[in-house]
């Protein structure tokens, strides 16, 4: 079965960039969610993304508008019927996600490939709330956030993942202009494995006094080079998201190195998630110059 249309759950940060680049590689793309307004709030996003590639260069106009003609909305599962891979970003609840996907085993067609953006539930729990034929065609494919820029896929497998249908995945990740990589169904595959650790540790450094909170970011991207430090990273992804990412991973494992300090759960409980809230340990009053907070 050749890949030709795609259907995405879920219009926000992550379905968003996803379908942006499924439009931009060419494929027909509908997208589900719950409500019109949040269809339109996505699409804002997809617009901005796109304007930007086009002031670069990178996109011509006539490609910006072929791109959004290859997208369309609806907040009707039926409106998927006929995709040939589904992926769904929806929010991180394992029982929503499993209710939708029993939906969707109805209404789509049996070769449909499901595939999960998830980043920290197991992918084999999910894929029992559909029929045995669909579990051999159920497979994660985990993007990074943003979508549009980053060029990694993680391709997951299950034990009971058909081996040509991961085959597809991985050559879908290609035809995305992604680098697929190989992961089993493991809480976090690899990213998450190393990274969530990471971001935790620089919290307990942060609460051990070792260094302030620029101090810590500074040092990680000049010492090593990375792009953000693990405080602006954590605002970016989101406070909320990087605690219940690690809870997931805590109770997968059982390892104190998943285990979030309390410093994260007590930002969380008060409202402070990072970039999206305004506040986590930075302050964005002033978008371009965020000021740290005084946490400790
Ligand atoms: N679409 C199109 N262009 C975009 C864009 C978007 N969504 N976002 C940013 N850009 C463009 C900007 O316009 C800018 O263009 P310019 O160079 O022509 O001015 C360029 O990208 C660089 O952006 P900025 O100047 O704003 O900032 P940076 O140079 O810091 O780059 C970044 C931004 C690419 C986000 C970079 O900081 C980065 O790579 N950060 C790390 C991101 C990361 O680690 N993501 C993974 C998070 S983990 C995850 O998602 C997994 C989940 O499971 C938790």
């Given at each position: 079965m050749e890949i030709k249309k795609v259907g995405v759950l879920g219009c926000g940060l992550m379905g968003s960039g996803i379908a942006q680049v499924a439009a931009g590689a060419g494929f027909e793309t509908v997208v589900r969610e719950v409500s019109d307004e949040l269809i339109q709030k996505g699409f804002v996003g997809i617009e901005k993304s796109l304007s930007k590639f086009a002031e670069k260069g990178s996109i011509t106009a006539e490609q910006q508008k072929a791109i959004r003609d290859r997208l369309s909305g609806?907040?009707?599962?039926?409106d998927l019927a006929d995709c040939d891979i589904v992926i769904e970003a929806i929010i991180e609840n394992l029982d929503e996600k499993r209710k939708t996907y029993a939906e969707l085993d109805r209404i789509c067609k049996p070769e449909a490939i499901f595939a999960s953006n998830t980043s920290s539930i197991s992918i084999t729990a999910m894929m029992t709330a559909t029929s045995a034929e669909r579990q051999q065609r159920f497979i994660g494919l985990h993007f990074f956030n943003p979508v549009p820029l980053m060029k990694l896929v993680e391709v997951v497998r299950t034990i009971l993942t058909d081996d040509a249908v991961y085959e597809q995945g991985i050559e879908f990740g290609k035809r995305l202009?992604?680098?697929p990589v190989r992961a089993g169904d493991r809480s976090g595959f690899i990213v998450n494995r190393l990274l969530v650790p990471y971001m935790l540790d620089a919290i307990r450094a942060?609460?051990?006094?070792?260094?302030?909170?620029?101090?810590?970011?500074?040092s990680m991207k000049l010492g090593l080079g990375y792009p953000m430090g693990p405080f602006t990273l954590g605002d970016f992804v989101g406070l909320d998201t990087t605690y219940y990412i690690a809870e997931i991973m805590f109770d997968e494992f059982r390892e104190k190195r998943f285990a979030p300090p309390p410093l994260l759960k007590r930002m969380v409980l008060a409202g402070l998630y990072g970039r999206k809230s305004g506040r986590g340990f930075y302050d964005y009053k002033d978008p371009k110059n965020p000021t740290p907070m005084n946490l400790v």
């Open positions: 609806t907040t009707s599962f039926e202009g992604k680098v942060l609460e051990e006094g070792v260094g302030s909170i620029v101090d810590i970011d500074t």
